[in-house]
C-alpha cells in the first residue's frame, strides 16, 4: 500500500491549490480515506475525510465551506480542493487511509496507511 501526496507549494494570502494523493495496493473507493496536516509545533488536525461510499464527508470548522474533498476512482486518487487560503492553513498535508466510523471525529479513529506529506505554505 502506498499514498503519494503532490500539489503542495506556496502560495499568497486568497489563492487556491489542489493537493492529490495517489494510491496504489488497494482501491480507494473501498477505504475511508482523510487529510491531515500539522503545522510547525502542532499535532495533528484531521482537516477532511470521505467514507468509502463517497456520502459521507467531515470538514473541520476551520477550512468549512473553503476545502473540498473528492475522488476520483477511475485514477484511484483523493483530492482536497484548497480556496481562499489564510497563513494559518500553512502545514504539511498529509493523506491517510483507515478506518472511520463517521458517528466519531476522524482523529479518534485509527489511519492504517499515511503518505509522506506535501507543504502547503501561505504567505504574502
Known amino acids: 500500500v502506498q499514498l503519494v501526496e503532490s500539489g503542495g507549494g506556496m502560495v499568497q494570502p486568497g489563492g487556491s491549490l489542489r493537493l492529490s494523493c495517489a494510491a496504489s495496493?488497494?482501491?480507494?473507493?473501498?477505504?475511508?480515506m482523510s487529510w491531515v496536516r500539522q503545522a510547525p509545533g502542532k499535532g495533528h488536525e484531521w482537516v477532511s475525510a470521505i467514507n468509502a461510499g463517497g456520502g459521507v464527508t467531515y470538514y473541520a470548522d476551520s477550512v468549512k465551506g473553503r476545502f473540498t474533498i473528492a475522488r476520483d476512482d477511475a485514477k484511484n486518487t483523493l483530492y482536497l480542493q484548497m480556496n481562499s487560503l489564510i497563513p494559518e492553513d500553512t502545514a504539511l498535508y498529509y493523506c491517510?487511509?483507515?478506518?472511520?466510523?463517521?458517528?466519531?471525529?476522524?482523529?479518534?479513529?485509527?489511519?492504517?496507511?499515511w503518505g509522506q506529506g506535501t507543504q502547503v505554505t501561505v504567505s504574502s
Open positions: 491517510a487511509s483507515g478506518t472511520w466510523e463517521s458517528d466519531y471525529h476522524p482523529g479518534a479513529m485509527e489511519w492504517d496507511y
Open positions: 495496493g488497494f482501491t480507494i473507493s473501498s477505504a475511508d
